[in-house]
């Protein structure tokens, strides 16, 4: 039986709630979504006491359908002003499921002269709210080892780092990964680590002792649907096994992650290089997937069983497809960071010309340690270099730029953590990378449009999280790609969004996209799987869509309106080498995506 806690900070207290009817079926993005949208008032400030924060898991997490543990981060974002939905791997979502918490709703903020930091410490039909001064004003990777030292039962951790708790914009929410090793599981978008911040929360830990795996209420057919699934995963050219029947190197994402996608978009120009000035990145091999796919294997050589580097790493319990890595140092083998991601990689490589596997691994780290979106944190390094302060392709002095966040009273570090829009603002930059004031993802969008109508429209700010048809665009549906020129495309981005709103709250990751729309059996399960776990037949796309109404409900009390969903106007002006093409999607197509809605 699920229920939802409830905390006021203000006082400190607790109390357990049932789901109430309306939120039944709601989980993950529906349920911190609809939270949201009914509990909080869309013009507060979001770092102070009105703003909610809302954390749920999966409708599936804890369950042993494959891949789906993600967890939920909702509120009203500091960056954008408008809703959002942030998501992650890590124990948590786990943890979460298993106790049989729908949803943590954290409401108040303690009094603006408490100098007490909080965790929240969530356990089987139990909460406590600890002070945990020591937890505060440290490192991340110190944070988990010490957190994992108090409670020796391998709890779920999430929180913020320094970042988040001096309320920097760019903070997001970090998570534990199952081995504790690194604190890199982020849902990072949207300076939600901010608003943990301003409730004077640290971590939230949970607790797994007297856990239950979740029974669905058909179980027969929940089982047929989860071996369906994990087959088609695990027969998939993208999501499938690390090797062929011959030993060859087969699923591309085991073996080299997301960062796969490095070399497939910068040949594709597409690779957004310098600032979004060029689509094409020449170091994209030095910092590619199968880069850090050759450093693990010849530290693995060299070291031997000392040797940490790995591919294949799965970020929560049952991925079966298992992106993740943990990079290596190459002099030693020991651990350096995990996981490096495409997104990451490029905003702290080639977006800022940088190709040494070693630098942006480096500044990984130290994101993950301040507590920073790695997305945010590269875009907003790029403005210091578009605006002169440092040099594009500098990786020493974006390390050293980066650093200064570590220190309370730094101007640059304080710059560093407010996100790419105040740095650009600060900087006097008129070509800032930004929708909703969210700092844009790897992909340009002048060459794949419906990306950019992503961007545009997403509630979320620019996220291509949020509807990602570069699963048609680039890598194709059953062998036919969408043209990423065509401009018409409203109907696949809507399309992308809500069943990426419907993964986001049963608890799949997105990558099983890849597999599902390639192979019908693989659907079929996955629908069986959420379905017969509710004893409800529920509709992917109308499930999907009043998510998004919710938040487009949100967002418009908020203010937002039509020109909110809009690219900077650059990337209609300046045209992307190679190709030489600019963002041509008309106004219209892209009030077409919500037409009514
Ligand atoms: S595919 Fe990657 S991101 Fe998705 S759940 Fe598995 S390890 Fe995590």
């Known amino acids: 039986m699920s229920k939802i806690l409830r905390i006021n900070m203000d006082d400190q207290s607790h109390k ?28 507060c400030h979001p770092l102070r006491e009105f703003n909610k924060i809302v954390i749920s898991p999966g409708l599936l997490a804890g369950t042993p359908a494959p891949s789906s543990g993600r967890l939920s981060i909702g509120a009203k974002s500091p960056l954008t002003g408008g809703i959002k939905e942030a998501n992650a791997g890590g124990l948590t979502g786990n943890r979460l499921g298993r106790l049989g918490v729908r949803g943590i709703i954290i409401e108040g903020a303690p009094p603006t002269d408490t100098k007490d930091w909080f965790s929240i410490v969530v356990g089987k039909d139990s909460c406590k709210i600890v002070k945990t001064n020591n937890y505060a004003g440290i490192g991340l990777y110190e944070l988990i080892g010490k957190i994992w030292k108090d409670y020796p039962v391998k709890p ?53 002792t007297g856990g239950a795996i979740p029974t669905p209420k058909d179980k027969a057919r929940f089982d047929k649907g989860r071996t369906a699934l994990r087959e088609a995963l695990q027969k998939h050219a993208v999501t499938g096994t690390l090797n062929d029947d011959e030993g060859n190197p087969y699923g591309g994402l085991k073996n080299y992650g997301t960062n796969i996608l490095l070399n497939i978009l910068s040949e594709g120009g597409a690779l957004p290089t310098k600032g979004f000035s060029s689509g094409r990145f020449s170091g994209a091999a030095k910092i590619s997937g199968e880069a850090v796919h050759e450093l693990v294997d010849k530290t693995k050589a060299k070291f031997g069983d000392a040797a940490e580097g790995r591919y294949a790493h799965a970020c929560h ?78 990786g020493a002095a974006a390390i050293e730029t980066l650093k200064e966040a570590y220190k309370p009273n730094s101007v640059i570090g304080k ?28 992909y340009d969008p002048r060459p794949i449009r419906g990306i950019g109508v992503t961007y545009a429209t997403t509630p979320m700010g620019a996220d291509h999280t949020a509807g990602y048809t570069i699963a048609a665009e680039v890598l194709g549906i059953k062998g036919t790609v969408t043209d990423p020129r065509d401009v018409k495309k409203a109907d696949l981005s809507r399309t992308f969004q809500a069943t990426t709103a419907y993964l986001d709250a049963v608890g799949y990751c997105i990558f099983i996209a890849f597999a599902i729309l390639d192979i ?53 002006t300046e045209t992307l080498p190679p190709h030489n093409v600019t963002f041509d999607v008309t106004d219209e197509e892209l009030d077409a995506v919500f037409k009514g809605v």
């Open 415 to 442: 710059i560093v953590a407010s996100g790419t829009q105040s740095a650009g603002e600060a900087f006097g930059i008129t070509r800032i990378p930004v929708v909703k004031g969210q700092a844009l993802p790897a």
């Open 317 to 394: 319990p049952g991925c079966v497809m298992s992106c993740s890595n943990v990079v290596p140092y190459e002099k030693t083998g020991k651990a350096h960071v995990s996981p490096l991601e495409y997104e990451t990689v490029w905003a702290l490589g080639a977006n800022l010309n940088i190709d040494s596997l070693y630098d942006v691994a480096e500044m990984n780290r130290i994101c993950n340690d301040l507590g920073l979106d790695t997305i945010e944190a590269g875009n907003t390094l790029a403005m210091f270099m578009e605006g002169g302060i440092i040099k594009y392709g500098d």
């Open 156 to 208: 779920g951790i999430i929180g913020c780092g320094i970042t988040g708790q001096r309320l920097m914009k760019c903070a997001g929410v970090f998570g534990n990964n199952p081995e504790n090793t690194d604190p890199g599981r982020y849902a990072g978008r949207g300076g939600l680590g901010a608003v943990l911040g301003s409730k004077r929360i640290v971590a939230v830990i949970s607790d797994p």
């Open 16 to 43: 357990w709630e049932s789901v109430p009817k309306e939120y039944e079926t709601l989980a993950g993005r529906a349920f911190t979504s609809a939270v949201v949208n009914k509990e909080v008032e869309p013009t």
């Open 520 to 572: 019908d059996a693989g659907f079929n399960g996955m629908v069986d799987t959420v379905n017969a776990f509710l004893g409800k037949e529920i509709d992917v796309g109308e499930y999907g869509m009043a998510i998004l109404k919710n938040e487009r409900d949100f967002n418009k009390r908020a203010g937002f309106t039509a020109a909110d969903d809009r690219l900077p106007e650059f990337f209609k």
